[in-house]
């Protein structure tokens, strides 16, 4: 089956802690990207990623970090500068990175970091 | 920048009756509409979308409808069903950029 996966499924970060989420696609998608979703709120963009080895700040990148080093994959690390870190986060990915592309963006099913 | 909002954050509906889902957005340079469905706990799900030389698209007992006149679209259900209970809410892609802008997001409920 095509998809994309998250794990784990729950995460408990400690105090100073970095932690990283994982995201997988076997999609054949060029473009990845990570949103943090809080109670009330619509997704905000973390970091996206148009093609391998480059990637680009979304809305609200401070405390996070990523990775692309393979087109499958796009780990984002929750870093111990994220002060408010308790979220569910998602992971999504698209057909066509260029801009004028009307893309729709599939999603993993989630990743719930929560801090003991 | 583009703000996406929907027009009730809560809706109860019977079992059998239509639901309309309605969505606001503020670029008028929004070229492309999505409509995701959320149950708890779990990752969005791409339901339909629209594009903005569309006015109405028909999938499996759902209608997009959009009016680019006063920057609005809705999802109506059809026969809504218990399986259909969940968070609904619209995304809007703006002209040359990638970026999509969520709305908030629609509670669904279905009562039997």
């Known amino acids: 089956d095509g998809g994309i996966t998250q794990s784990p499924k729950y995460l408990f970060r400690k105090e100073g802690q970095n932690v990283t989420l994982s995201c997988e696609q076997n999609l054949n998608h060029d473009a990845m990207y990570w949103y943090r979703q809080d109670p009330g709120q619509g997704l905000r963009l973390i970091y996206y990623?148009?093609?391998?080895?480059?990637?680009q700040k979304g809305d609200i990148a401070e405390g996070y970090s990523v990775s692309r080093e393979k087109k499958e994959s796009f780990p984002l690390t929750v870093t111990s500068a994220q002060k408010n870190p308790t979220a569910f986060y998602l992971c999504a990915s698209s057909t066509r990175s260029g801009t004028s592309a009307r893309e729709t963006q599939y999603f993993g099913p989630g990743t719930r970091l929560l801090v003991l | 920048g583009e703000s996406v909002g929907l027009h009730l954050p809560t809706l109860s509906v019977q079992e059998g009756d239509n639901s309309i889902i309605n969505c606001a957005y503020s670029?008028?340079?929004?070229?492309?509409f999505i409509w995701y469905k959320q149950e708890s706990g779990k990752g969005p799900q791409f339901i339909i979308d629209?594009?903005?030389?569309?006015d109405k698209r028909q999938g499996q007992r759902v209608t997009v409808l959009l009016n680019k006149t006063v920057k609005h679209l809705s999802l109506q259900i059809a026969a809504t069903q218990p399986g259909d209970s969940a968070v609904y809410f619209c995304a809007a892609k703006g002209g040359s950029n990638y970026k999509l802008t969520f709305g908030k997001g629609t509670l669904l409920t279905v009562n039997p």
């Open positions: 990623s148009q093609i391998v080895n480059d990637f």
């Open positions: 670029n008028s340079a929004s070229d492309y």
């Open positions: 629209i594009r903005s030389n569309m």
